[in-house]
């Protein structure tokens, strides 16, 4: 058959149903359209232009495209590709970038046969796309803005600046990442390239009893298979606890249904996955454990040698029970959270090849959120000292904490090591949603009192978290529940108890919030039960109760400086009363991870040309914009053009730093970088660049000050974390009980970037609000009901209420500038915020998430 290809004839005698993106990707080397979830049609970011239509390339077969024109974005012509990118970084409408090139697809096709589409009809266009980043907002305008200018066929002009802290700078690479042409590990292919395929638990708890790969390594195109004997390494891995094989061997027990068997590898990905499915285990299947209270039973069957408890925190202040029978006002209540997938519309890939400079060694090609913690459990595995692994980070479409963990960068890695090529190694969607870690469901057992004039006497909580198979980061995250368990308010006494416990079900681990918007949905619901029973004003009492400086945070941390909340209070105060049904919520976050760790940052920033400046750091870039910020600090710092930077994330660099989690990453190598910028600034003030070519300046930050909670440091001063975030969260609801419009007012510290700032907090609105009313991962025996990406209920553009940002600038005293992280604080009191306006709405206080909102026309008799 015949089809045009970006204006070029083709012609095609192959599988008529072989699926168009298979085709563009592997045949024409086109990978702008991206892979995120074949075949399961759900995402949108494999959306190319056919005919006059925005088709799906995942599940639109060849034979569809016979006689037609196919196209894109590099057969948009130079005219629309510059409107288009320049569009979409001028508004901020793109920030991982994974699901941009087939949102610009369908934004062309919209726009070819209706030049002047409203906002309401774009969104509606964009139904088929799911974005995890941006909340959909800046995506419209983009789009809006694009379509003005070629219906006046004019030109939209590239952004620029001089990239000073506090611009509109354009994020760094993005006219790339808009087009598709900026690669993802995925789109990466290696000369001698072969593929990797693993086997899975197909039972959440069951002992190994045999394996035969026998069929499997007849297969025709097999190049090896491996199993747990075959790690050269330690085979146990883990950010914090090693308790997580990277395969499970034959008379041992799984865990979960993502533990993997065996692997393979082979000449091509559908070899290796057929040859995966001809590999028989013989299971002697066991009852799973997946309740969190059964866990903890005496009789329950151990899921680790140590037991089902994996860590519990407590905070204790003052004496609770005579604090409470004092008090005017108690609540009390039971609140549920739910598992919750990431969504990042990258699913997890890597590639792994043996070192092409040093003997015996391994490179590999990441998405991870942290290289320095791959390199350290790769190099475990395979029996390496470090130097002999080296990680390269890909920017990646997206993480959100579910990156943090090692999926298949130990696999690709051990392949390639053994076999002595080139591997990479894909999870298709439904594999990724099985095989990393989740959100935390948590149990929140709320006592909260008040005196007669509304100010808060004390808490008692009791926190259950199910943190799934294997430890990863589950005891931090509960910890980070106890430390927040107060949230944005002073309570004097304290009794709080938070316990990870080990179940049969998927992982839990790291995903924005980190534990805290659990806690604060409890926390604020509390706070507006305390203020119907007492009749108090529900902004009064939490300006009344907010912390400010001198005030405590639940693990007693007096707060010295930059506490912003009554800030953000003041902010939302006549929306609030002004609205007829309205929901507030107070959150605090903090930034880094502190607890008594230490974490800092390093930095290289080296001349490499009069015309070229490299910094080299260790964070992972993942849409939050970290490789602009750290443009903007070194413009802010030497008045250089911010065309002279580029940034680079290798292990190979030195600049070691830890995972990229914790709104952390801004301020520590913010501040690593003025260290090294001084240096810099100074030599630039006797000498040019030319004469400084090949001069390197490093830089470093070190925070080595903060406590464990309970226990203070030499002063007597508890400081768990150096860095907080504040926020308050208004939403408003129509007359039916729809959620109309959030308003969301964030202490920044300092707003480094408006237009990121703006992105991070309307994406993380997106997310809090999928939290509140729609998202969950349900498990039934341990597995998901689902492993569809569309059943997760994740909200799609026409979903979406009006978003109204509101920046605040309290300086923090440690942050550069006094900024002050907001990737997670984002969707900290969303869901607070939402079951308050929906008790206004009904009265119906709602204490289990997802919660589920009046349906549109239903009569309410009752109102708050």
């Not at 298979?225 to 050269?232: C, G, M, W, Y």
């Not at 039973?297 to 004496?319: C, E, F």
């Not at 997890?348 to 913690?373: D, M, N």
């Amino acid at each position: 058959m015949q089809f045009t290809l970006n204006g070029q004839e083709r012609t095609y005698d192959g599988d008529p149903e072989l699926p168009l993106l298979r085709y563009l990707r592997e045949v024409e080397g086109i990978t702008s359209p991206k892979d995120g979830c074949a075949p399961q049609a759900a995402c949108g970011c494999c959306a190319v232009q056919v005919g006059e239509k925005a088709l799906l390339a995942c599940v639109t077969p060849m034979k569809k495209v016979a006689g037609v024109a196919v196209r894109t974005t590099e057969g948009l012509g130079a005219y629309r590709q510059a409107v288009f990118a320049n569009a979409f970084v001028e508004k901020g409408g793109v920030q991982c970038g994974f699901c941009i090139p087939g949102i610009v697809m369908q934004a062309n096709a919209l726009i070819d046969k209706n030049p002047s589409p409203s906002r309401d009809e774009i969104a509606k266009a964009l139904t088929p796309h799911l974005c995890r980043c941006t909340g959909y907002k800046k995506i419209v305008e983009a789009i809006e803005y694009a379509a003005a200018a070629i219906r006046a066929e004019e030109e939209v002009p590239r952004p620029t600046s001089s990239g000073k802290v506090g611009e509109r700078h354009p994020r760094y690479d993005a006219h790339r990442l808009v087009l598709g042409q900026r690669p993802y590990v995925a789109d990466m292919s290696l000369p001698g390239m072969k593929f990797g395929a693993l086997k899975f638990s197909a039972h959440p708890r069951a002992r190994v009893v045999g394996m035969d790969t026998s069929a499997a390594a007849a297969l025709p195109g097999v190049l090896g298979i491996f199993t747990a004997a075959d790690i050269p390494g330690e085979r146990a891995i883990g950010l914090i606890k090693q308790d997580w094989p990277l395969m499970v061997a034959v008379g041992e027990t799984t865990r979960y249904i993502g533990d993997v068997l065996a692997g393979v590898a082979a000449e091509s990905e559908e070899i290796a996955r057929h040859a995966v499915n001809l590999i028989e285990v013989e299971y002697e299947a066991l009852p799973p454990v997946t309740d969190a209270f059964a866990a903890l039973q005496p009789n329950a069957p151990a899921i680790h040698l140590g037991g089902n408890l994996l860590s519990k925190t407590v905070i204790q202040r003052g004496d609770v029970a005579r604090a409470l029978a004092a008090s005017a006002y108690v609540v009390s209540g039971r609140y549920q959270t739910q598992t919750i997938e990431h969504g990042f519309m990258e699913p997890e890939c890597c590639i792994a090849r043996p070192h092409p400079t040093v003997a015996g060694g391994v490179e590999l090609f990441s998405q991870s959120q942290g290289v320095y913690e791959d390199q350290k459990q790769v190099a475990k595995l395979l029996g390496l000292p470090l130097e002999k692994v080296r990680v390269e980070l890909v920017p990646n479409g997206g993480g959100f904490g579910g990156k943090e963990d090692l999926s298949v960068q130990g696999h690709a890695a051990l392949f390639a090591h053994l076999l002595q090529m080139p591997v990479k190694v894909t999870l298709t969607r439904a594999e990724s949603i099985n095989m990393h870690p989740k959100r935390h469901p948590l149990t929140l057992d709320y006592t909260l009192a008040c005196d007669e004039h509304g100010k808060l006497t004390a808490l008692r909580a009791r926190i259950v978290g199910d943190t799934g198979a294997y430890a990863s980061v589950g005891m931090k995250v509960l910890e980070r529940a106890a430390g927040h368990a107060t949230g944005a308010y002073h309570v004097p006494v304290v009794d709080i108890e938070s316990t990870a416990v080990y179940t049969n079900n998927i992982p839990n681990g790291a995903m924005r919030g980190f534990g805290v918007n659990q806690a604060v949905f409890a926390m604020e619901s509390c706070v507006d039960e305390l203020c119907k029973q007492g009749g108090f004003d529900r902004w009064q009492f939490r300006w009344d109760n907010a912390l400010r400086e001198g005030s405590m945070t639940a693990t007693g941390q007096v707060l010295t400086g930059g506490v912003g909340v009554r800030a953000t209070l003041e902010a939302v105060r006549e929306r609030f009363y002004a609205a007829r049904y309205a929901g507030l919520g107070c959150g605090i976050k903090n930034t880094g991870i502190g607890n008594g760790m230490p974490e800092a940052a390093s930095v290289r920033v080296t001349v490499a040309a009069p015309d070229r400046i490299l910094i080299e750091h260790g964070w992972t870039e993942m849409g939050q914009g970290i490789n602009t910020m750290a443009v903007q600090v070194l413009c802010q710092e030497t008045g250089l053009d911010p065309d002279l930077f580029v940034v680079q994330t290798d292990t190979d660099a030195g600049a070691v730093t830890g995972m990229t989690t914790a709104s952390r990453a801004t301020s520590l190598l913010g501040n690593a970088l003025i260290d090294a910028a001084a240096r810099l600034r100074a030599d630039l003030a006797q000498s040019s660049l030319a004469d400084l070519v090949g001069k390197v300046y490093w830089g470093e930050w070190v925070v080595d000050w903060t406590t464990k909670p309970g226990h203070p440091n030499e002063a007597g001063d508890e400081i768990t974390h150096y860095s907080y975030s504040y926020a308050t969260q208004l939403v408003i609801l129509d007359d039916e009980g729809q959620v109309q419009q959030i308003i969301a007012a964030h202490d920044a510290g300092r707003i480094v970037n408006p237009t990121l700032f703006e992105g991070q907090i309307e994406g993380s609105l997106h997310m809090g609000l999928g939290y509140a009313l729609s998202e969950e991962l349900a498990l039934v025996d341990g597995r998901p009901k689902s492993d569809m990406l569309r059943q997760c209920g994740i909200l799609r553009a026409k979903e979406m209420p009006e978003l109204e940002v509101i920046g605040v600038e309290v300086s923090d005293p440690h942050g550069p500038y006094g900024l002050k992280g907001v990737g997670e604080i984002g969707l900290v009191p969303t869901a607070g915020a939402v079951a308050n306006a929906l008790a206004q709405f009904d009265g119906v206080r709602r204490t289990k998430l997802p919660m589920r909102a009046p349906r549109r026309g239903q009569r309410v008799t009752t109102v708050a």
